[in-house]
């Protein structure tokens, strides 16, 4: 894990362990090398004229075109220049294609700040691009000020919410504070089709069943008017809200979207009916498909996308892996994502719920747990609730994997507590019910378990893969109640729909908790048959969390069968046991140790308790010793 200080500065490695660009660049002034961060913190620190002065000498100093303009035009804040404007502008434009919104939102503000007033249009222009800048590097002061200067300009009503919109995706998934300026939005729109397709994506922030009507009206208004971008945005919101809802023909929706055929890029690439038809790939496990969708947003990204749309589709990506069976390729997208947030100053909340799963998947549950963690975190203070929940579910899954069943619970019921009942989800965008109900039953909680499995949506198909993760929460409840031949029988039915599917993990998973119920009822056979089965998957996903998991559990069936018969060497280990008396005895911690044996320090706890009482040891001291007394 990165330290916090490396990452206040931008110097140290990412999240994953990928490295990271330092935030300042470096300047020659007068023969040293002075950081531009620390010049324009001395510069900001002096009184009025001696930062104008100060930003004329820097000006003449500055070896970069651009930020040689910048203090050429800071150094003149109090009057207009038409040329200078226009060399201002020319470098907001240089700033913008290398990448550097902030700057080139800066640049835009002072562009038109210089602009006479006599041009009021290309004035109030140049406010509309700053704030669409700064939006697009988050900067919410920066943007409010572009916004403000619109406001101030007399703007059409499309433009005015233009700049309002571009104050709220400064905050990104942060939108505590701005609920106030949807409303605003909403009034100043009326009947104009260009304002009302223009709050279709954010008015979702709010409430799904108006945003499904603004949507709606928005379309049509845009169609009427012969405006196809917008258009196509209004009814990929349209789309997305009749898919969350449940209501209408979302896919036939997002067909006439794509038919329009407007560029990914034209609206942004997350507002795209390009990027939601991969969502919705995604949603439907029809992972070949969202791959393919995204491999070719990714090179449009690359080329036009902003460095959110980025993040976007790596996250979309790491998503698509873990559910195919790939998780070092997963792990590596994950990685991307976040390294790329930390340094873009993003919100951390969608970022640490990819690495969370990715890390659940492939790398290892302490990481994933801490992951989880940092996101909820982030995401609670920023009031971005889907993505505090989404990282509450993977904080449940992790402890419920881990065996920590109570931690479980109550990050299931912290979840059910704080979900938005105002977003009604479609149960295959959002599935975490299953793992709760799995965790309520090895609670011991049967009546919460049976409740929450009464909530399954009628709408969906029982013989889809989200189907089939209920049919298992509901096979372990059969179980439970005294019908453990129809539990395996639902189970094996789950298995075939997801190796149909080629959902290789929640294929080994079905067949692990097969292979439980199978070991409770002592059928050691049967039990040992589905955990090889779970194995052979994890295995070749080098999904090494649970192929851990499931290793442990072979162990210890190998160790019912013949512990009296082991070799005297392993003094009646089992190989789980052994690895860990091993590190242990070379001096890891508890902690370590559940680091390389990818499990949790819970279950390391547990171990050694029957490692010590296997041996008759008391201390780590006693175990050594007594390790060496069996290998003579």
Same mark, same amino acid.
């Given at each position: 894990?990165?330290?916090?200080?490396?990452?206040?500065?931008?110097?140290?490695?990412?999240? &994953?362990?990928?490295?990271?660009?330092?935030?300042?660049?470096?300047?020659?002034?007068?023969?040293?090398?002075?950081?531009? +961060?620390?010049?324009?913190?001395?510069?900001?620190? $002096?009184?009025q004229q001696e930062r104008t002065d100060a930003h004329r000498s820097l000006a003449y100093a500055e070896a970069d075109p651009v930020h040689a303009v910048r203090h050429r035009a800071l150094s003149r804040p109090e009057a207009t220049d038409p040329?200078?404007?226009?060399?201002?502008?020319?470098?907001?434009?240089?700033?913008?294609?290398?990448?550097? *919104?902030?700057?080139?939102?800066?640049?835009?503000?002072?562009?038109?700040?210089?602009? !006479?007033?006599?041009?009021p249009a290309l004035r109030l222009s140049r406010f509309l691009t700053a704030a669409r800048e700064a939006a697009a590097a988050g900067d919410s002061n920066l943007a409010r000020r572009a916004a403000n200067a619109v406001a101030a300009s007399r !703007?059409?009503?499309?433009?005015?919410?233009?700049?309002?919109?571009?104050?709220?995706? @400064?905050?990104?998934?942060?939108?505590?504070?701005?609920?106030?300026?949807?409303?605003?939005?909403?009034?100043?729109?009326?009947?104009? !089709?260009? @304002?009302?397709?223009?709050?279709?994506?954010?008015?979702?922030?709010?409430?799904?069943?108006?945003?499904?009507?603004?949507?709606?009206? +928005?379309?049509?208004?845009?169609?009427?008017?012969?405006?196809?971008?917008?258009?196509?945005?209004?009814?990929?919101?349209?789309?997305?809200?009749? /898919?969350?809802?449940?209501?209408?023909? =979302?896919?036939?929706?997002?067909d006439r979207a794509l038919a329009l055929d407007v560029a990914a890029e034209a609206d942004g690439i997350a507002n795209s009916p390009q990027y939601l038809a991969a969502r919705h790939a995604i949603f439907d496990d029809r992972l070949a498909e969202?791959?393919?969708?995204?491999?070719?947003?990714? $090179?449009? $990204?690359?080329?036009?996308?902003?460095?959110?749309? #980025?993040?976007?589709?790596?996250?979309?990506?790491?998503?698509?892996?873990?559910? @195919?069976?790939?998780?070092?390729?997963?792990?590596?997208?994950?990685?991307?994502?976040?390294?790329? =947030?930390?340094?873009?100053?993003?919100?951390?909340?969608?970022?640490?719920?990819?690495?969370?799963?990715?890390?659940?998947?492939?790398?290892?549950?302490?990481? +994933?747990?801490?992951?989880?963690?940092?996101?909820?975190?982030?995401?609670?203070?920023?009031?971005?609730?889907?993505?505090?929940?989404?990282?509450?579910?993977?904080?449940?899954?992790?402890?419920?994997?881990?065996?920590?069943?109570?931690?479980?619970?109550?990050?299931?019921? &912290?979840?059910?507590?704080?979900?938005?009942?105002?977003? %009604?989800?479609?149960?295959?965008?959002? *599935?975490?019910? !299953?793992?709760?109900?799995?965790?309520?039953?090895?609670?011991?909680?049967?009546?919460?378990?049976?409740?929450?499995?009464?909530?399954? %949506?009628?709408?969906? /198909?029982?013989? =889809?893969?989200?189907?089939?993760?209920?049919?298992? +929460?509901?096979?372990? #409840?059969?179980?439970?109640?005294?019908?453990?031949?129809?539990?395996?029988?639902?189970?094996?039915?789950?298995?075939?729909?997801?190796?149909?599917?080629?959902?290789?993990?929640?294929?080994? *998973?079905?067949?692990?908790?097969?292979? /439980?119920?199978?070991? $409770?009822?002592?059928?050691?056979?049967?039990?040992?048959?589905?955990?090889?089965?779970?194995?052979?998957?994890?295995?070749?996903?080098?999904?090494?969390?649970? #192929?851990?998991?499931?290793?442990?559990?072979?162990?210890?069936?190998?160790?019912?069968?013949?512990?009296?018969?082991?070799?005297?060497? /392993?003094?009646?280990?089992?190989? =789980?046991?052994?690895?860990?008396?091993?590190?242990?005895?070379?001096?890891?911690?508890?902690?370590?140790?559940?680091?390389?044996?990818?499990?949790?320090?819970?279950?390391?706890?547990?171990?050694?308790?029957?490692?010590?009482?296997?041996? *008759? @040891?008391?201390?780590?001291?006693?175990?050594?010793?007594?390790? #060496?007394?069996?290998?003579?």
């Open positions: 894990m990165a330290d916090r200080a490396a990452w206040a500065c931008g110097t140290g490695p990412g999240l &994953l362990g990928y490295g990271s660009e330092p935030w300042c660049r470096w300047r020659t002034c007068r023969r040293y090398w002075v950081p531009r +961060a620390l010049a324009d913190g001395v510069v900001g620190s $002096a009184g040329c200078l404007a226009e060399d201002t502008a020319e470098a907001a434009g240089r700033a913008r294609a290398d990448g550097e *919104r902030a700057l080139s939102a800066e640049l835009f503000v002072l562009a038109a700040e210089l602009t !006479p007033v006599n041009r !703007p059409t009503p499309a433009e005015h919410v233009a700049a309002l919109l571009a104050v709220v995706d @400064s905050h990104s998934q942060a939108l505590a504070g701005v609920a106030g300026l949807f409303e605003r939005c909403r009034r100043l729109a009326s009947s104009d !089709p260009q @304002s009302l397709a223009a709050i279709r994506a954010n008015v979702s922030n709010s409430d799904p069943h108006e945003a499904l009507g603004a949507a709606r009206k +928005a379309a049509e208004l845009a169609r009427s008017a012969g405006r196809p971008a917008l258009e196509a945005a209004s009814l990929t919101m349209r789309a997305r809200m009749e /898919r969350v809802l449940n209501e209408g023909d =979302s896919r036939a929706t997002l969202a791959r393919s969708r995204l491999t070719v947003l990714l $090179a449009v $990204a690359e080329q036009h996308g902003q460095e959110e749309d #980025l993040v976007d589709i790596w996250r979309s990506l790491a998503e698509v892996e873990v559910r @195919s069976g790939a998780c070092a390729k997963a792990l590596a997208w994950a990685g991307k994502a976040l390294d790329a =947030s930390v340094a873009a100053g993003l919100s951390l909340g969608p970022a640490c719920y990819t690495a969370a799963l990715a890390q659940s998947a492939g790398g290892s549950f302490a990481a +994933a747990l801490r992951y989880a963690a940092y996101g909820e975190r982030a995401a609670r203070e920023e009031g971005d609730v889907l993505h505090r929940n989404r990282n509450l579910w993977m904080a449940g899954a992790v402890r419920l994997h881990t065996g920590d069943i109570n931690g479980a619970v109550t990050a299931f019921a &912290l979840l059910d507590r704080t979900e938005d009942s105002r977003r %009604p989800a479609d149960p295959s965008v959002f *599935r975490w019910q !299953p793992d709760a109900i799995e965790a309520l039953v090895a609670a011991g909680e049967l009546t919460s378990a049976q409740n929450m499995i009464l909530t399954f %949506p009628a709408t969906a /198909r029982q013989d =889809s893969a989200t189907g089939a993760g209920w049919t298992r +929460a509901r096979a372990l #409840l059969l179980d439970r109640a005294g019908e453990t031949d129809r539990a395996v029988e639902l189970l094996h039915a789950a298995a075939e729909v997801f190796r149909r599917d080629g959902l290789p993990l929640e294929e080994a *998973r079905t067949h692990l908790a097969r292979g /439980r119920i199978q070991r $409770a009822h002592r059928r050691q056979a049967a039990a040992r048959t589905a955990f090889q089965d779970a194995r052979d998957l994890y295995l070749l996903a080098r999904a090494q969390p649970m #192929l851990a998991t499931v290793q442990e559990h072979l162990d210890r069936l190998d160790g019912q069968g013949r512990s009296r018969s082991r070799e005297e060497g /392993r003094a009646g280990l089992t190989d =789980s046991e052994a690895r860990l008396a091993d590190l242990v005895s070379r001096g890891a911690t508890n902690q370590q140790a559940a680091q390389q044996m990818y499990i949790s320090v819970k279950t390391v706890e547990s171990m050694l308790s029957r490692i010590y009482r296997k041996l *008759r @040891s008391r201390s780590r001291t006693q175990l050594l010793a007594a390790l #060496l007394a069996h290998t003579g």
